[in-house]
């Protein structure tokens, strides 16, 4: 039987239309859909990394969900921490390791809540929802040593702090655990929730499948079950195909955060590309002797970059007013996509410690901020656009994964980091919640 989503379309508004200041980036999405270049900048990413591994002695960056026919992939890219787990392995033994060595590296739930100056002592009635696909039999307790390494207080099942349901809002039957790595997914997505609001409540909704209409199932659950905010880590290249399924993720009372994607400069991804959605992009973050003691730039290395494009498919709604998109532009706001620590049990010599990257890591962060606020549900689409003084403003780097200067987008905001907003970070970066 036909899911009820696959009926659906999206709303008539008037498409937008291709001027002569955007008209390549309307090039450009006419090749990408004729070549499929979303799914293939992915992989290109992991195989070169792949490639320089022997001779850079690092371990290769892997693709956590690699592409399939009319199915989303997240946007994580996952490598292991083979020093750290090295050293947890040789403590288990018995052998003696030096002080510190089992300390994962990268910026914890602590460094989070810094960077950001958030409130995490708040304790909001909120639940964020994470929606993912197939199931990770592993995630209360590789969640349990994730919070227990940064401090965080318990979050287990049996307190019903973490519920996690099938796409239909039941416990049971889970489905079955996929290979490719959303496992690793989802255990992202629920340590960023943690790190952006320790207190919370999390309800995972496992998909059956990463097929668009499993998604949109799991995402209706979601608001049915009384998520403040749902975080959606996932997408694919927009197309008439994916806005058949636009309704699930417009759902009044409750906030859609979206990974904006991981191939920088290119087509949009639904459903960050919806109006309805706040879109998430993606940052590197750095310590600074400044004042706030961080600095951001651009997510863009070898491995892939914060997503931005402007939509061919979604008019551009009344609160967004930048200049040379004439749909919707993303991203909205974006957080930190790079040398990210998780712990996941699950992958044998290549764990339990891993380096996360993507925007996948974004879009728990931004809805973990939205419900820790505990404005998520009265606030609109659009709502970061009337407090962007509440935002730290990203104003270097780019995401043009073309030649690796802007020059993709004329060294516009497109995909050029400006002063206010720019497509690849859009407004900015958590400064507490006020934005949110």
Request: charged share 10%; glycine share 8%.
């Given at each position: 039987m036909m899911s009820p989503h696959a009926r659906r379309t999206a709303a008539p508004a008037s498409r937008p239309t291709c001027t002569a200041a955007v008209r390549c980036l309307c090039r450009r999405a006419g090749r990408l859909h004729r070549l499929g270049l979303a799914a293939a900048l992915a992989a290109a990413a992991a195989l070169a990394l792949a490639a320089a591994a022997p001779s850079s002695g690092a371990p290769a960056v892997?693709?956590?969900?690699?592409?399939?026919?009319?199915?989303?992939?997240?946007?994580?890219?996952?490598?292991?921490?083979?020093t750290v787990n090295a050293a947890i392995a040789a403590r288990a033994a018995g052998r003696p390791v030096a002080p510190?060595?089992?300390?994962?590296?990268?910026?914890?739930?602590?460094?989070?809540?810094?960077?950001?100056?958030?409130p995490v002592w708040r304790t909001p009635p909120a639940t964020v929802a994470v929606v993912d696909a197939y199931s990770t039999p592993h995630l209360a307790s590789d969640l349990a040593v994730?919070?227990?390494?940064?401090?965080?207080?318990?979050?287990?099942?049996?307190?019903?702090?973490?519920?996690?349901?099938?796409?239909?809002?039941?416990?049971?039957?889970?489905?079955?655990?996929?290979?490719?790595g959303w496992g690793v997914e989802e255990t992202l997505d629920v340590a960023?929730?943690?790190?952006?609001?320790?207190?919370?409540?999390?309800?995972?909704?496992?998909?059956?499948?990463?097929?668009f209409a499993n998604l949109a199932a799991a995402e209706d659950t979601a608001a049915r079950l009384g998520a403040a905010a749902i975080s959606n880590s996932y997408g694919a290249r927009e197309s008439g195909f994916t806005q058949a399924y636009a309704t699930a993720y417009h759902h009044r009372g409750h906030v859609t955060v979206a990974s904006s994607g991981d191939s920088g400069f290119t087509a949009a991804s639904f459903p960050a590309n919806l109006a309805t959605v706040t879109a998430a992009g993606g940052t590197q973050l750095s310590r600074a002797s400044n004042p706030r003691g961080w600095t951001e730039t651009v997510w863009h290395n070898p491995f892939g970059a914060s997503g931005s494009g402007c939509s061919a498919y979604v008019a551009k709604p009344s609160w967004q007013h930048d200049p040379h998109c004439p749909g919707r532009t993303a991203a909205d706001v974006a957080a930190v996509a790079w040398n990210i620590p998780i712990y996941d049990s699950s992958l044998g010599k290549l764990g339990p410690w891993l380096s996360l990257g993507g925007t996948s890591?974004?879009?728990?962060?931004?809805?973990?901020v939205y419900a820790l606020a505990g404005n998520a549900a009265t606030a609109t689409p659009g709502y970061p656009y009337a407090h962007p003084g509440a935002l730290f403003d990203i104003t270097a780097g780019n995401n043009?994964?073309?030649?690796?200067?802007?020059?993709?987008?004329?060294?516009?905001?497109?995909?050029v980091a400006k002063q206010d907003y720019d497509a690849p970070t859009g407004l900015g970066t958590p400064h507490g919640t006020a934005a949110f």
């Open positions: 892997r693709a956590a969900c690699p592409a399939r026919p009319r199915q989303a992939r997240c946007y994580a890219l996952y490598a292991p921490q083979a510190g060595a089992t300390t994962p590296a990268g910026w914890g739930a602590t460094d989070i809540e810094h960077a950001y100056k958030l994730y919070r227990t390494q940064y401090g965080l207080l318990a979050c287990t099942t049996a307190t019903g702090c973490l519920r996690i349901v099938n796409q239909h809002g039941n416990p049971s039957p889970l489905p079955q655990p996929d290979p490719a960023m929730v943690s790190a952006a609001c320790p207190h919370c409540k999390i309800l995972v909704v496992e998909a059956s499948t990463a097929s890591a974004s879009a728990p962060l931004i809805a973990g043009d994964t073309f030649t690796g200067t802007g020059a993709a987008c004329g060294y516009d905001y497109l995909c």
